[in-house]
């Protein structure tokens, strides 16, 4: 029987998607953040994304590829709020504020608190993933540099002395962005830690 033009036009057009690629990439997102990557099993993951295993592979690949994807989502999307915080504020120093804030927000947001996921992240993964490894790695320098630019502003624009080494307080930035995120991981309450945001701000050298 010849199919009709209504008929025609009302079937959609190709191959219909069986599941939300961005849900189940949101996820795969949680219980990585969660679990850990050498902890986390493919069944784990096929069991909360809520697709079988060919689909899985389909759509995303490995595990490991998988795993990048869901790294940048979380960089692109809440785990970089607080980069997109310390860009958005005239003041260096008010910027830095705003980006510990966003952080300690995020990594206290969960019943069970699970700090960043860049930084922790990196301690789930095996030394045999190098890879990986070195991927986290480069999103964190990533960071450290976005920070240190800020810096450097900072310095062009008066806000911080001539001769101020921004490099080394990038690290420095960073190394207690690192504690923050261990310390909200080990429960420690957000208030204590905004608090400490703030008497580290204070000793940095701006100009008042």
Aim: with cysteine; hydrophobic share 40%.
């Amino acid at each position: 029987m010849a199919t009709t033009q209504s008929e025609a036009e009302a079937k959609p057009r190709g191959r219909p998607r069986a599941f939300d690629r961005e849900a189940a990439l949101e996820r795969a997102l949680d219980v990585f953040w969660s679990k850990g990557y050498d902890t986390c099993s493919m069944s784990d993951l096929i069991e909360h994304m809520g697709i079988n295993s060919p689909s899985l592979y389909a759509a995303f690949g490995s595990k490991e590829d998988l795993y990048r994807e869901a790294l940048d989502h979380y960089a692109n999307g809440e785990g970089g709020a607080a980069l997109r915080a310390l860009q958005s504020h005239e003041s260096a120093r008010e910027g830095l504020r705003a980006m510990y804030r966003a952080s300690i927000e995020l990594f206290t947001r969960f019943q069970k608190p699970r700090g960043c996921m860049l930084f922790l992240g990196a301690m789930s993964i095996a030394p045999e993933h190098a890879e990986l490894r070195a991927y986290l790695q480069k999103r964190r320098r990533r960071a450290s540099a976005a920070v240190a630019g800020r810096l450097a502003r900072a310095v062009e624009h008066g806000e911080l002395p001539a001769g101020t080494d921004t490099q080394a307080l990038a690290t420095l930035c960073s190394t207690l962005f690192a504690g923050l995120s261990i310390q909200a991981h080990d429960g420690v309450r957000k208030n204590a830690l905004f608090a400490a945001i703030d008497q580290f701000i204070d000793s940095l050298p701006f100009r008042r």
